[in-house]
């Protein structure tokens, strides 16, 4: 599987059930769904029924298991009795598969989207965050993670506010 933004599948079913899985909302941030994420990979079918691949934003996220629920209850609504969701850790995850509809939704649910691109390797540089309400660069990090592991909590120096930050991984 390729490191890059997965795309609709061309053949006209796959993209059916493309659409299918891409409504699926993530439980933790229910403004995005896992086509915005970019952790729907891909959608194949076969003899063996539907396969929808999809890929964590951590090993270790707790909301894998109702999304993969998720995907296969808005599969048997649909009418797709055979279908199964496989989880692939590799390649990882990055914000960078994330799409600007889902950064756009991110800033106006009050969650302030990844900025720059994912790096190779350890890369230390300073960060501004523009804080989602008022748009100010003065925000500090309060802590490393926030509500969930993928974000960070920041607050602004200018209009006091707390948010969360989606980190850039």
């Not at 390649?91 to 950064?103: E, F, N, Q, R, V």
């Not at 300073?126 to 804080?131: D, E």
């Amino acid at each position: 599987m390729a490191t890059t933004v997965a795309t609709r599948p061309a053949d006209p079913e796959a993209a059916r059930l493309w659409d299918i899985a891409a409504t699926v909302c993530d439980p933790e941030i229910p403004v995005l769904t896992i086509e915005d994420l970019g952790i729907l990979r891909n959608v194949e079918t076969g003899p063996e029924g539907v396969v929808v691949t999809i890929t964590p934003t951590y090993s270790g996220c707790p909301a894998m298991d109702s999304i993969r629920d998720d995907v296969v209850t808005a599969m048997v609504t649909q009418g797709v009795a055979d279908v199964r969701v496989k989880m692939v850790l590799n390649p990882a995850w990055t914000t960078d598969w994330m799409t600007d509809a889902g950064k756009a939704k991110l800033e106006e649910y009050g969650i302030a989207p990844p900025t720059g691109k994912a790096a190779a390797g350890p890369v230390k540089v300073g960060l501004s965050v523009k804080c989602p309400q008022c748009s100010s660069l003065k925000t500090q990090e309060l802590t490393r993670f926030g509500s969930t592991s993928c974000k960070a909590l920041y607050v602004c120096k200018d209009c006091k506010e707390p948010f969360d930050y989606f980190k850039v991984h």
